[in-house]
């Protein structure tokens, strides 16, 4: 500790604090413009001066370092005059063209001119005009109004970890600079950190006066990262995303798509009234007509055929609420447990895989723990394009901790660049290096024995099979070389402790649950389950799927993970529903449904913000599966490839219209407010359910979300102490037990949920379909970090869309050498399934003999060549693999 | 100095305005050469350390003008102070030499400059207002004049330069506050590119460099220099994890030729790689199976592994170099062959003999007795050069001693000695070395030489010394060491080494006088070209300079091939700019070491981490860790950026 004084006040703080941070600790506040509490000092903007005794130069208070027994000033007489001056100075190139300026109200630089009575005339320069072209379309750079701060290329270069902007050129002609447009991953970072108004966002049409705004706290409704953002609304309409430094694990970072990705809440394309078909075509209905209907014919089917007759999909984009009602709606209106979601498609493999394992099927640490790590493994993961902010943190844990990164992974991600170690698996042999690490690690000596012996069980089978996992071994399977396996295997069991975060390029195989229980084994191997720093960390892809699955849209659970088989469970929720006879058996999985449908055994389902048409493998197949209902009833904002098939279309509401809570990937509970109304005649999904509800004789009588939690909380342990007031201001990790309850974000501490953690053995197994002489290529599907999902959210503004406009399969440049393409060529891709033509990236990013497609596009869907072969347990389809041939187009 | 008008120079004030010539008070402090260039007198100086004026055709208000608007050229842009405030401090000066003065002006000057003095970022902002107080306060009269005037001032003709303390300390002048910034703030890889601009080898000098850069840090006068060496040593080794291989940018010169290297130390590596990026065909003969010269053969692995040179001397030849190992000039090829198959050649075959003790049957072969050059390269060739012998007394005080003895524990010997005719003060070696190897138990015998060898049987068995005392400065300005007579002692010793200095093969020459050499078989190159006598053969390295450090090797080099390249392209061969302003510099002195910096220190250098002296003293493994990127990054932070501009009117 050190001992100084600040204006007269004696403190002591920790040694290694700055000035700035030891006065402000102590509510001495010191002006500054460049200083940003996330960002290492920068030091450009001088206004921190600060005079400490004995010395005859004063020093920037942010970048100096406190040192024992000094006697600072912070406001002299000098002082003022020299910030002044340099105010003075920095309006030379700064006009005041407040009155028209976007930040005019909030700006940090009109404050201080106001604040040091700088009055407008002062010095003149000759100006030099500027390029005003700016790293991103999104965005408006205004040359004249920069003050050259550098927080913007501070924040890229240390948040983001890109360093896409930089300084460029000397003296007065300096300038913010594109300098690698292409890392530039218009996040919005830099608009975010602007002190004045030289950044500005160029997507919305619409301008305001901040004074004029309306600025809703809500949660993002993309990743499960769980962003927590601002609605800029005026007149109800959306004029753009803001975001507070302090809020949410994203503290105030956004992704392209959470800062700019909001034209499709007032999109045109809205669904504006309920449909119904007649005669092959929609015609607009009101709502009495189409509940009436659905109500009708789901009502004749399970009198016809019996309540398993029927299936509702849920939603992962849909609140903790929404996703309680349509699984209530299922189990005790319609009477059965054919209800599921997406995460059967993403990560149903988790689920069952950790809690084999563990217990618990959720992410056992929250990300900001990998700044704790000394090591950490992602793979399976293109992080920062699917979770562009836990993305963030890795790097900083990395660029700023001193982290090692290991990154597994058949292509060339963007985490690549920050990995010490890069191993290139060949799609689908993961079982095969997790062994292959686990055996090195053993033979090493460097398993964590103590932790083994206290806290799990079944090692010695573990051991016994990864004996013949040697280096050569998987090297001849994986393709990975032997001493590379070693390095990673040597430098993850070292160091402690050690985080796996993984994601669907682990789930997404009929080897899901086996790959998942592998990373289990491993993390355990090292001792690395229930503690900070640690843990297996399973990345959820939507914005609410830990949630979907949390609150019982899943086939064989209630909510909290209650199974269906338990009687007092059955017990509870029937008192809890008023109603009798819970099925005890599981229902069917989401695929099952489709399966079922097409051999007429489910004749109608209910599917709520969701996109099987698009979003399930083998997209030819499912259209028939989906043609083959009786009656099938959408619930959506848009009119989606799914909706188009169906009989009855009901519009939802998007997360920017209705109250709620979305569970993010950590856990975390958060609220969803409302910033808007609904639009044209959209309903909030709730009402929409407690409408069928009541119209097929079973009453739902909520007086809004809040409410709904209420009963949540009721029947749910995991959820009990979660209320929304306690979550106003920040969300809370389940499992919270009651009303004082903290949250848990560290799972297994003491204990695992299982009680002791397992060890499985496990055996390599290859895909179902590899690459063959009709075949050759290896296909493995993805996202892109501008779309998400089906792009029926992204696509449908302009922003986004500038800059991924359409669709590319990426082909290595060796492979299109012998193919005779270029890139931008339109190839046939073709599977057993079908075939696409898509155009072509060349690309080092991914191997040789190997295609990557992104599933987000209606017009060449993907999933027209994927295979419809399922992991066993999981039911997870194998989106990662399938054979296909490339042909340039004629 | 008594050619002096006006200086004000390291704030000594000296006024001779007023005065006869004769009267003219000396300036005591200042020595400033009289000529920038042949043709072009030296009429004054402005910099950082306030103005000299020599002439009384400058004017005061013009050189002003000229030296801010060279610190705003020169601004980084990084704080406001600087970046505006030059820039407005330019203008003001512009208009009053364009006649446009105002009378507000002065007071206006007086206002912003202190404020860019005081509040700027770095010494560009920090230095750069320095001479415009000095003139506003000693000047005023002139600055009045040329406001009131209303006329033009006629432009002067100035030349300056960027240098920092420890940019002009190192032999090759790099970037060193540019690459040490840019470690500061992540950017690693711009960091090794601005070393590359001149240095090819990084992950050499980050190792063993004798870093006179980091004698000449001004943090040192605060607290402790900045670990330069180290954070060179990072960003090299980060380089070489991350990135796999350098990518350089050839750009060809106009004309091309071919290009003979002899030698492939460290002069000829840098030589080659910038004659290779100037798209020349360069061809290097080394002696040896291997690369690196003495950093190879003189240099133990502990200190520099010889996975990192090999991989610094794989870019250069991927870059196109041609290396022929194994191939002795002036027996394996003949110099005559060489010359007449290139189009010039670079000879760099440094000093690799050890010097003579000037002892009775030094020359006789007895087993044991290893000069230190040939010791060390053995023991790098991965042999133990007498096997028998267990008990090993070294002889000398330089680096090779010290590698010498460290070597020896770490081949397995018992008993290790270090005799050294002076006290450990005047050692040459690098001092943190002298305290690696008392860490490691090496016994030092200071003020003690040895006389005579104690044979039996032709091996070496003992060493009979004398103790010395140290007398009157010699030329060097050290001590001289006395024999006291008498004083005559014993040391038992299966092994002998002298490593008391080295010495020129000049061999390669076949006993002709191909090029003029000195009396210490030294090779005579015109110090700024490097050209010998003959016009298509240049030389640089130890065997020019006499045994000297790396990093001068490579200054050497590659001066060299900036010369050849003109050679080639038929242009005339000259003083370059950097030279000019270094003669300046070396005069005026960048670095003060008395200077007041006024800034609070007390932070202290990151140390490396180390291998404790009882596991490392058994192992060739490195014994130094080197920084990790937090580390380094935190370590970098500690730069002043001591960046400074001096110009001269001519």
């Given at each position: 500790?050190?001992?100084l004084?600040?204006?007269?006040k004696?403190i002591?703080?920790?040694?290694?604090t700055t000035?700035?941070?030891?006065a402000r600790?102590?509510?001495?506040?010191i002006p500054t413009l460049?200083?940003?509490k996330r960002?290492n000092?920068?030091?450009?903007c001088r206004?921190c001066?600060v005079e400490?005794e004995g010395?005859p130069?004063?020093?920037t208070?942010?970048?100096?370092?406190?040192?024992e027994?000094?006697?600072?000033?912070?406001n002299?007489?000098?002082?003022?005059?020299m910030?002044k001056e340099?105010?003075?100075l920095?309006?030379?190139?700064?006009?005041?063209?407040?009155p028209?300026?976007?930040?005019?109200?909030?700006?940090t630089?009109?404050d201080?001119?106001h604040e040091y009575e700088?009055?407008?005339k002062?010095y003149q320069?000759?100006?030099?005009k500027?390029?005003?072209?700016?790293?991103?379309?999104?965005?408006?750079?205004?040359?004249?109004?920069c003050?050259m701060?550098?927080?913007c290329v501070t924040?890229?270069?240390e948040?983001?970890?890109l360093?896409?902007i930089?300084?460029v050129?000397s003296g007065?002609c300096s300038?913010i600079?594109?300098?690698?447009?292409d890392?530039c991953?218009s996040c919005g970072?830099?608009i975010?950190?602007?002190?004045?108004?030289?950044?500005?966002?160029?997507?919305?049409?619409y301008?305001?006066?901040?004074?004029m705004v309306?600025?809703?706290k809500?949660t993002c409704?993309y990743?499960?990262?769980?962003c927590q953002l601002?609605?800029n609304?005026i007149?109800?309409?959306i004029i753009?995303?803001?975001?507070?430094d302090e809020?949410?694990t994203?503290?105030?970072?956004?992704c392209?798509?959470g800062?700019?990705g909001y034209e499709?809440?007032?999109?045109?394309e809205?669904l504006k009234?309920?449909?119904?078909k007649k005669?092959?075509?929609f015609?607009?209905?009101?709502?009495?007509?189409?509940l009436?209907?659905?109500?009708?014919?789901?009502?004749?089917?399970?009198e016809?055929y019996g309540?398993?007759?029927i299936?509702?999909?849920?939603?992962a984009?849909?609140?903790n609420?929404e996703?309680?009602?349509?699984?209530k709606f299922i189990?005790?209106?319609?009477?059965?447990?054919?209800i599921?979601?997406?995460?059967r498609l993403s990560?149903?493999?988790?689920e069952?895989?950790l809690?084999?394992?563990?217990g618990?099927?959720?992410?056992?640490?929250?990300i900001a723990?990998?700044?704790k790590s000394?090591?950490?493994?992602?793979?399976?993961s293109n992080?920062?394009e699917?979770h562009p902010i836990f993305?963030?943190?890795?790097?900083?844990?990395v660029l700023?901790?001193?982290a090692n990164?290991i990154?597994i992974?058949?292509?060339?991600?963007?985490?690549?660049d920050?990995?010490?170690?890069?191993?290139?698996?060949k799609?689908g042999?993961d079982?095969?290096?997790?062994?292959?690490?686990?055996h090195?690690?053993i033979?090493?000596?460097?398993?964590?024995?103590?932790y083994?012996?206290?806290?799990?069980?079944g090692?010695?089978?573990?051991?016994?099979?990864?004996?013949?996992?040697t280096p050569?071994?998987v090297s001849?399977?994986t393709?990975?070389?032997?001493s590379?396996l070693?390095?990673?295997?040597i430098?993850y069991?070292?160091?402690?402790p050690?985080?796996?975060?993984?994601?669907?390029?682990i789930t997404?195989h009929i080897t899901g649950?086996?790959?998942?229980?592998?990373?289990a084994?491993?993390?355990?191997?090292?001792?690395?389950v229930?503690v900070?720093?640690?843990?297996?960390?399973?990345?959820?892809g939507?914005n609410n799927?830990?949630g979907?699955c949390?609150?019982?849209?899943?086939p064989?659970?209630?909510t909290?993970?209650?199974h269906?088989?338990?009687e007092?469970a059955?017990k509870?929720?029937?008192?809890a529903?008023?109603v009798?006879n819970?099925?005890?058996t599981p229902?069917?999985?989401?695929?099952?449904m489709?399966?079922?449908?097409e051999?007429?055994?489910?004749?109608?389902m209910?599917i709520?913000?969701?996109?099987?048409m698009l979003s399930?493998?083998?997209g030819?197949?499912?259209?028939?599966c989906i043609d083959?209902l009786?009656?099938?009833v959408?619930?959506?904002?848009?009119l989606t490839?799914?909706?188009?098939?169906?009989h009855v279309?009901?519009?939802?509401?998007?997360?920017?219209?209705k109250?709620g809570?979305?569970t993010?990937?950590?856990?975390?509970?958060q609220?969803?407010?409302?910033a808007i109304?609904?639009?044209r005649e959209a309903?909030?999904?709730?009402?929409i359910?407690?409408?069928?509800s009541?119209?097929m004789?079973?009453d739902?009588?909520?007086?809004?979300?809040?409410?709904?939690?209420?009963e949540i909380?009721a029947?749910?342990?995991?959820?009990?102490g979660?209320?929304?007031?306690?979550i106003?201001k920040?969300?809370?990790?389940?499992?919270c037990t009651?009303?004082?309850?903290?949250g848990?974000?560290?799972?297994h501490?003491e204990?695992?949920?299982r009680g002791k953690?397992?060890?499985?053995?496990i055996e390599?197994?290859?895909?179902?379909?590899?690459?063959?002489?009709?075949?050759?290529f290896?296909?493995?599907?993805?996202r892109?970090?501008e779309?998400y999902h089906t792009?029926?959210?992204?696509?449908k503004?302009?922003?986004l869309n500038?800059?991924?406009?359409?669709?590319?399969?990426?082909?290595?440049?060796?492979?299109a050498?012998?193919?005779?393409?270029?890139?931008?060529?339109?190839?046939?891709?073709t599977s057993?399934?079908?075939?696409?033509k898509?155009k072509t990236?060349?690309s080092q990013?991914?191997?040789?003999?190997?295609?990557?497609?992104?599933?987000?596009f209606?017009?060449?869907?993907?999933?027209?060549l994927?295979v419809?072969?399922?992991?066993p347990?999981a039911?997870?389809?194998?989106?990662k693999?399938c054979?296909?041939k490339?042909?340039?187009a004629g | 100095?008594?050619?002096?008008l006006?200086s004000s120079?390291g704030r000594?004030i000296t006024d001779n305005r007023?005065k006869e010539?004769?009267?003219?008070?000396?300036?005591?402090k200042?020595?400033l050469?009289?000529q920038?260039t042949?043709d072009?007198?030296?009429?004054?100086?402005?910099?950082w350390?306030?103005?000299?004026l020599?002439?009384?055709?400058v004017h005061i208000?013009d050189?002003c003008?000229?030296?801010?608007q060279?610190?705003q050229?020169e601004s980084?842009g990084?704080c406001f102070t600087c970046?505006?405030?030059?820039?407005?401090?330019?203008?003001?000066?512009a208009?009053?030499c364009?006649g446009?003065?105002?009378?507000?002006?002065m007071d206006t000057?007086?206002?912003i400059?202190?404020?860019?003095?005081?509040g700027?970022?770095?010494?560009?902002g920090?230095?750069?207002?320095v001479?415009?107080l000095?003139?506003l306060e000693?000047f005023?009269?002139?600055?009045?004049?040329?406001?009131e005037?209303k006329?033009?001032i006629?432009?002067?003709?100035?030349?300056?330069k960027?240098?920092?303390?420890?940019?002009?300390?190192?032999?090759i002048?790099?970037d060193?506050p540019?690459?040490?910034?840019?470690?500061h703030?992540?950017?690693?890889?711009e960091?090794?590119?601005?070393i590359t601009?001149?240095?090819p080898?990084?992950g050499i000098?980050?190792?063993?460099?004798v870093?006179?850069c980091?004698?000449?840090?001004r943090?040192?006068i605060?607290d402790?220099p900045i670990?330069?060496?180290?954070?060179?040593?990072?960003?090299a080794?980060?380089n070489?994890?991350k990135?796999?291989?350098l990518i350089?940018?050839?750009d060809?010169?106009?004309k091309?030729?071919?290009?003979?290297?002899i030698?492939?130390?460290p002069g000829?590596l840098?030589?080659?790689y910038h004659?290779?990026?100037?798209?020349?065909e360069?061809?290097?003969?080394?002696?040896?199976g291997?690369?690196g010269?003495?950093a190879a053969m003189?240099i133990?692995d502990y200190r520099?592994?010889?996975?990192?040179?090999?991989?610094?001397?794989e870019q250069i030849q991927?870059?196109g170099v041609?290396?022929?190992?194994?191939t002795m000039?002036?027996k394996?090829?003949?110099?005559?062959?060489?010359?007449k198959?290139n189009?010039?050649i670079?000879?760099?075959i440094g000093a690799?003999?050890?010097?003579?003790?000037g002892?009775?049957?030094?020359?006789?072969?007895?087993?044991?007795?290893?000069?230190?050059?040939q010791?060390?390269q053995d023991?790098?060739m991965g042999?133990?050069?007498?096997?028998e012998?267990?008990?090993?007394?070294v002889?000398g005080?330089?680096?090779?001693a010290?590698?010498c003895?460290r070597s020896?524990?770490r081949i397995?010997?018992?008993d290790?000695?270090l005799?050294?005719r002076r006290?450990?003060k005047?050692?040459?070696?690098?001092?943190?070395?002298i305290?690696?190897?008392?860490?490691?138990?090496?016994?030092?015998?200071?003020?003690?030489?040895p006389?005579?060898i104690?044979?039996?049987?032709g091996?070496?068995?003992?060493v009979?010394?004398i103790?010395?005392?140290?007398?009157?400065p010699?030329?060097?300005g050290?001590?001289?060491?006395?024999?006291?007579?008498?004083s005559?002692?014993v040391?038992d010793?299966?092994?002998?080494?002298p490593a008391?200095g080295?010495?020129?093969?000049l061999?390669?020459?076949e006993?002709e006088d191909v090029?003029e050499?000195?009396?210490k078989r030294?090779l005579v190159v015109?110090e700024?070209?490097?050209q010998?006598?003959n016009?298509k053969?240049?030389?640089?390295g130890?065997?020019?300079t006499?045994p000297?450090?790396?990093i001068?090797?490579?200054?050497?080099g590659?001066?060299a091939a900036?010369n050849?390249?003109?050679?080639i392209?038929?242009?005339?061969?000259?003083v370059?700019?950097e030279?000019h302003?270094d003669m300046i510099?070396r005069?005026?002195?960048?670095?003060?070491?008395?200077?007041?910096i006024g800034f609070?220190g007390g932070r202290?250098?990151?140390?490396?981490q180390?291998l404790e002296?009882e596991e490392?003293k058994?192992?060739?493994?490195?014994?130094?860790?080197?920084?990790?990127?937090?580390?380094?990054?935190?370590e970098a932070?500690r730069?002043?950026?001591?960046?400074?501009?001096g110009m001269?009117?001519v």
């Amino acid at each position: 500790m050190v001992d100084l004084s600040i204006d007269g006040k004696e403190i002591t703080v920790e040694e290694g604090t700055t000035i700035l941070e030891a006065a402000r600790s102590f509510g001495i506040e010191i002006p500054t413009l460049c200083y940003h509490k996330r960002m290492n000092p920068i030091g450009s903007c001088r206004m921190c001066v600060v005079e400490i005794e004995g010395l005859p130069h004063p020093m920037t208070a942010c970048n100096t370092p406190v040192a024992e027994g000094i006697t600072v000033k912070t406001n002299s007489e000098r002082l003022q005059a020299m910030r002044k001056e340099t105010l003075t100075l920095l309006l030379v190139n700064h006009p005041l063209d407040c009155p028209v300026c976007d930040k005019g109200g909030e700006c940090t630089l009109q404050d201080l001119v106001h604040e040091y009575e700088i009055e407008g005339k002062g010095y003149q320069v000759e100006k030099q005009k500027q390029e005003s072209v700016y790293a991103t379309p999104l965005i408006r750079y205004w040359p004249d109004r920069c003050i050259m701060c550098l927080r913007c290329v501070t924040a890229c270069r240390e948040i983001k970890g890109l360093g896409a902007i930089d300084i460029v050129g000397s003296g007065f002609c300096s300038n913010i600079v594109a300098v690698n447009k292409d890392k530039c991953e218009s996040c919005g970072e830099c608009i975010k950190v602007c002190p004045t108004g030289a950044l500005t966002e160029n997507v919305s049409q619409y301008k305001g006066r901040p004074w004029m705004v309306d600025r809703t706290k809500t949660t993002c409704t993309y990743c499960g990262c769980g962003c927590q953002l601002e609605m800029n609304v005026i007149d109800n309409r959306i004029i753009g995303i803001t975001s507070k430094d302090e809020t949410g694990t994203n503290k105030g970072s956004l992704c392209a798509k959470g800062r700019f990705g909001y034209e499709f809440i007032q999109s045109e394309e809205r669904l504006k009234k309920p449909l119904i078909k007649k005669d092959g075509k929609f015609h607009e209905v009101g709502w009495d007509e189409a509940l009436n209907v659905v109500s009708k014919r789901l009502s004749e089917i399970k009198e016809s055929y019996g309540a398993d007759s029927i299936a509702g999909i849920a939603s992962a984009r849909c609140t903790n609420e929404e996703n309680y009602l349509m699984q209530k709606f299922i189990r005790a209106v319609v009477g059965t447990n054919n209800i599921d979601h997406c995460t059967r498609l993403s990560h149903s493999s988790t689920e069952t895989g950790l809690t084999t394992a563990f217990g618990s099927g959720a992410m056992t640490n929250p990300i900001a723990d990998v700044l704790k790590s000394e090591v950490i493994l992602v793979t399976g993961s293109n992080t920062s394009e699917n979770h562009p902010i836990f993305a963030n943190y890795i790097k900083e844990a990395v660029l700023k901790k001193g982290a090692n990164l290991i990154v597994i992974d058949p292509r060339k991600i963007d985490l690549v660049d920050y990995a010490h170690i890069w191993l290139r698996q060949k799609p689908g042999t993961d079982v095969a290096w997790i062994n292959g690490l686990m055996h090195i690690i053993i033979k090493e000596n460097l398993e964590a024995t103590e932790y083994i012996q206290e806290r799990t069980e079944g090692f010695e089978e573990l051991k016994a099979c990864v004996e013949k996992y040697t280096p050569e071994y998987v090297s001849e399977i994986t393709g990975i070389p032997a001493s590379d396996l070693r390095d990673a295997a040597i430098m993850y069991g070292k160091a402690r402790p050690g985080s796996i975060l993984y994601a669907m390029g682990i789930t997404q195989h009929i080897t899901g649950t086996n790959n998942v229980i592998s990373l289990a084994n491993l993390a355990m191997l090292c001792g690395n389950v229930g503690v900070e720093g640690g843990g297996v960390n399973p990345l959820r892809g939507q914005n609410n799927e830990q949630g979907a699955c949390d609150l019982g849209a899943l086939p064989n659970v209630f909510t909290g993970y209650q199974h269906v088989s338990d009687e007092e469970a059955r017990k509870k929720f029937e008192i809890a529903w008023g109603v009798e006879n819970l099925k005890e058996t599981p229902g069917i999985t989401a695929l099952e449904m489709l399966n079922a449908a097409e051999e007429g055994k489910v004749k109608a389902m209910y599917i709520m913000g969701e996109n099987p048409m698009l979003s399930d493998p083998d997209g030819h197949h499912i259209k028939k599966c989906i043609d083959s209902l009786e009656f099938l009833v959408v619930q959506d904002i848009f009119l989606t490839e799914t909706a188009q098939s169906a009989h009855v279309v009901l519009p939802g509401v998007s997360f920017a219209e209705k109250s709620g809570t979305f569970t993010n990937s950590e856990r975390k509970v958060q609220r969803v407010r409302k910033a808007i109304e609904p639009q044209r005649e959209a309903r909030e999904d709730c009402w929409i359910i407690a409408e069928l509800s009541k119209r097929m004789g079973y009453d739902m009588d909520y007086s809004g979300a809040e409410n709904v939690m209420e009963e949540i909380c009721a029947v749910t342990p995991s959820y009990s102490g979660i209320t929304y007031k306690r979550i106003e201001k920040q969300g809370i990790p389940w499992p919270c037990t009651d009303a004082d309850h903290p949250g848990i974000p560290i799972l297994h501490i003491e204990e695992f949920v299982r009680g002791k953690g397992l060890f499985s053995a496990i055996e390599y197994q290859k895909p179902t379909e590899l690459p063959d002489d009709e075949y050759p290529f290896l296909l493995t599907t993805g996202r892109v970090l501008e779309h998400y999902h089906t792009g029926t959210m992204t696509r449908k503004g302009k922003a986004l869309n500038k800059l991924y406009p359409e669709l590319l399969a990426e082909i290595n440049p060796t492979d299109a050498k012998d193919l005779g393409i270029g890139s931008g060529d339109i190839v046939h891709i073709t599977s057993r399934r079908g075939d696409i033509k898509v155009k072509t990236q060349i690309s080092q990013r991914t191997d040789r003999g190997v295609v990557f497609l992104p599933f987000h596009f209606s017009e060449s869907p993907a999933n027209i060549l994927t295979v419809n072969a399922v992991d066993p347990i999981a039911k997870i389809p194998e989106y990662k693999v399938c054979a296909v041939k490339v042909e340039k187009a004629g | 100095m008594d050619d002096i008008l006006f200086s004000s120079w390291g704030r000594e004030i000296t006024d001779n305005r007023e005065k006869e010539p004769d009267d003219f008070k000396k300036v005591e402090k200042l020595s400033l050469p009289e000529q920038f260039t042949q043709d072009e007198n030296i009429k004054a100086l402005i910099g950082w350390y306030g103005i000299v004026l020599r002439s009384k055709d400058v004017h005061i208000v013009d050189l002003c003008r000229a030296y801010i608007q060279a610190v705003q050229d020169e601004s980084c842009g990084k704080c406001f102070t600087c970046r505006i405030g030059t820039k407005v401090l330019a203008e003001i000066l512009a208009r009053i030499c364009q006649g446009k003065g105002e009378q507000e002006d002065m007071d206006t000057i007086a206002r912003i400059a202190p404020v860019v003095k005081e509040g700027s970022k770095c010494n560009v902002g920090q230095s750069g207002p320095v001479p415009i107080l000095d003139a506003l306060e000693y000047f005023a009269e002139d600055f009045k004049k040329a406001i009131e005037g209303k006329k033009p001032i006629p432009q002067g003709s100035y030349r300056h330069k960027v240098t920092a303390p420890c940019m002009d300390a190192c032999p090759i002048h790099l970037d060193i506050p540019g690459y040490v910034e840019c470690i500061h703030e992540g950017k690693f890889n711009e960091s090794i590119n601005t070393i590359t601009e001149r240095l090819p080898i990084p992950g050499i000098l980050g190792r063993v460099c004798v870093r006179p850069c980091e004698e000449h840090c001004r943090r040192a006068i605060l607290d402790e220099p900045i670990s330069i060496k180290h954070l060179k040593r990072f960003v090299a080794d980060n380089n070489l994890q991350k990135n796999k291989e350098l990518i350089f940018d050839q750009d060809p010169s106009e004309k091309t030729g071919k290009v003979a290297i002899i030698g492939a130390g460290p002069g000829g590596l840098t030589c080659a790689y910038h004659l290779a990026l100037l798209g020349h065909e360069v061809t290097i003969y080394e002696r040896l199976g291997e690369p690196g010269g003495m950093a190879a053969m003189g240099i133990p692995d502990y200190r520099l592994p010889r996975d990192i040179l090999g991989f610094e001397v794989e870019q250069i030849q991927k870059m196109g170099v041609t290396i022929h190992y194994n191939t002795m000039v002036g027996k394996d090829i003949k110099l005559s062959e060489i010359e007449k198959e290139n189009d010039a050649i670079f000879i760099a075959i440094g000093a690799q003999t050890s010097t003579n003790m000037g002892l009775e049957g030094e020359d006789k072969g007895y087993k044991g007795f290893i000069p230190g050059v040939q010791y060390l390269q053995d023991i790098n060739m991965g042999k133990d050069p007498y096997p028998e012998g267990k008990k090993v007394l070294v002889v000398g005080g330089g680096n090779v001693a010290i590698d010498c003895v460290r070597s020896s524990y770490r081949i397995g010997k018992e008993d290790v000695n270090l005799v050294y005719r002076r006290t450990k003060k005047e050692m040459p070696a690098d001092h943190v070395e002298i305290q690696d190897a008392e860490e490691e138990d090496v016994q030092f015998h200071y003020l003690a030489n040895p006389i005579k060898i104690i044979t039996k049987k032709g091996k070496v068995v003992g060493v009979e010394c004398i103790r010395m005392e140290l007398g009157e400065p010699d030329a060097s300005g050290r001590r001289r060491p006395v024999p006291v007579e008498g004083s005559e002692f014993v040391v038992d010793c299966d092994i002998l080494i002298p490593a008391i200095g080295q010495a020129i093969d000049l061999s390669l020459f076949e006993g002709e006088d191909v090029v003029e050499t000195t009396r210490k078989r030294t090779l005579v190159v015109d110090e700024f070209t490097m050209q010998t006598n003959n016009q298509k053969i240049f030389s640089a390295g130890d065997c020019v300079t006499g045994p000297s450090t790396l990093i001068r090797a490579c200054a050497g080099g590659r001066k060299a091939a900036i010369n050849i390249d003109r050679f080639i392209n038929g242009k005339e061969l000259e003083v370059s700019f950097e030279d000019h302003f270094d003669m300046i510099f070396r005069e005026v002195k960048v670095f003060d070491p008395e200077e007041d910096i006024g800034f609070l220190g007390g932070r202290k250098r990151l140390h490396l981490q180390m291998l404790e002296p009882e596991e490392r003293k058994k192992t060739f493994e490195e014994v130094e860790k080197g920084y990790n990127s937090i580390e380094a990054m935190s370590e970098a932070d500690r730069c002043l950026r001591c960046y400074r501009i001096g110009m001269v009117a001519v």
